[in-house]
């Protein structure tokens, strides 16, 4: 049965033009063509991208952040209470007043001191800007990066400049070798992101990024295995353009650089509008729509392609919805925070700030601090979608 289910899923009127077969993507006549094979690599390759993270944070990153006048977020710590802390790793963190009511009984305290310890150990949870800081690093480095490869493998190709050139002697075009590496290294980079999503700061569009991630994975695949690298390599491009301009600005805003912030935040709505919302759908979009039909008839990996880059441009639809917001408040003088940022947390902070300022006075040299010296920044949180790509996404 999985012979019988592996072969109608590699069924050639599935995934190729009429006329053509999977035989005609064999390697002959110095012809190398993607294989799907090929993409096996990518997973010890996205271990790699998790260990090289982990060293760049914790050698490269920490020690920008402290020269930049960020330090580690001292939090009060919940007292060690064995009824609550069971409520709460396998029940709720935010408990309703009925259950609250109940654990203040069992555990022999005040409603109010109940609240209390559920607000410190929520605190205790909630990722400080340190954190933010390395891993904004960690994604502007891969992003710079990969921008710039992506220009040196694309600057002197045809289809760089002219996209009716994707679709030429399609899809007996011979890949090249530094096609194949910007493929591996950006699905790679997006693996690691899935795998590290559980350990990540987690913002309201989680289940975007989950999305975005999860699609561009399967466009990178599924152009990959058919051989629409040509388009593939565009279309990564255009998203690695903004990204790299997002995760500047929020380092420089998690450094209260708050002029710097402002520019690039402000530059960045510029590429992101342009590079997303004009050139991905009104140049790329187009190019595969169009285009291909001009050279044999619609099949459906034609239309499966498609969809999912209209997938792709929901999501830059509604990170541009954020977008628009923040630059309102931004001309109104009223933007404190990313519209990202969760507002139920940063209000509990301000309540937990009150209650326990007497005690929080003891800790030496003021580190302990709370999300509200981020609300004082020029964008607090400031953190436009990862894929505002974030996107990258690539994709």
Same mark, same amino acid.
């Given at each position: ?8 899923? $590699? ?7 009429? =006329? ?10 110095? !012809?190398?063509? @993607?294989?799907? &094979? ?15 993270? +982990?060293?760049? #944070? ?11 006048? *960020? ?48 607000? !410190? ?17 960690? !994604?502007?480095?891969? +992003? ?15 289809? %760089?400049?002219?996209?009716?050139? /994707? $679709? ?9 070798? &530094? ?6 290294? #950006?699905?790679? %980079? ?6 590290? /999503?559980? %350990? ?10 989950? *999305?975005?991630?999860? @699609? ?10 058919? =051989? ?24 420089? =805003? ?28 009104? $140049? ?33 639809? %509604?990170?541009?919805?954020? *977008? ?16 990202? &940022? ?54």
């Amino acid at each position: 049965m999985f012979d019988t289910l592996y072969e109608w899923f $590699w069924w050639d009127r599935i995934w190729l033009p009429v =006329n053509l077969t999977w035989s005609d993507l064999e390697d002959r006549d110095g !012809r190398v063509y @993607a294989k799907a &094979s090929h993409l096996y690599v990518t997973v010890p390759y996205a271990f790699a991208f998790l260990f090289v993270r +982990y060293l760049f #944070e914790r050698w490269i990153a920490t020690p920008l952040a402290v020269s930049a006048g *960020i330090q580690q977020r001292v939090h009060l710590k919940a007292e060690d209470n064995p009824i609550l802390e069971a409520y709460y790793t396998t029940h709720y963190r935010n408990p309703v007043q009925a259950d609250i009511d109940g654990l203040s009984k069992k555990c022999s305290l005040s409603v109010r001191q109940v609240q209390r310890w559920f607000r !410190r150990r929520r605190s205790q949870d909630r990722p400080g800007v340190l954190k933010k800081f390395r891993e904004a690093s960690w !994604r502007f480095v891969f +992003y710079l990066s990969a921008f710039i490869g992506g220009i040196i493998a694309l600057y002197d190709k045809e289809w %760089f400049y002219d996209t009716r050139e /994707v $679709w030429t002697d399609f899809p007996r075009q011979s890949m090249l070798e &530094s096609q194949y590496w910007y493929y591996v290294l #950006e699905m790679s %980079f997006y693996g690691s992101l899935l795998f590290s /999503v559980a %350990f990540d700061v987690k913002r309201k569009d989680f289940k975007e990024q989950i *999305i975005h991630h999860l @699609a561009t994975l399967v466009l990178l695949s599924f152009s990959w295995c058919v =051989n629409y690298i040509r388009i593939g390599t565009l279309v990564m491009l255009v998203h690695d353009a903004s990204d790299v301009l997002m995760e500047s600005a929020k380092l420089f =805003n998690y450094a209260k650089w708050e002029k710097t912030c402002k520019t690039l935040f402000v530059l960045f709505a510029i590429v992101f509008m342009v590079t997303r919302l004009i050139i991905y759908p009104f $140049w790329l979009i187009h190019c595969t729509w169009v285009y291909p039909i001009q050279h044999y008839p619609a099949f459906f990996g034609y239309y499966f392609f498609n969809v999912m880059l209209v997938v792709l441009l929901c999501l830059h639809m %509604f990170w541009a919805y954020l *977008i628009l917001c923040m630059i309102r408040k931004f001309v109104t003088g009223t933007l404190i925070k990313d519209e990202r &940022s969760d507002n139920e947390e940063e209000e509990e902070e301000e309540s937990s700030l009150t209650e326990d300022s007497e005690e929080q006075h003891k800790l030496s040299n003021g580190l302990a601090v709370d999300e509200k010296e981020d609300k004082n920044s020029c964008f607090g949180c400031l953190s436009p979608p990862e894929n505002i790509c974030r996107s990258k996404t690539v994709y």
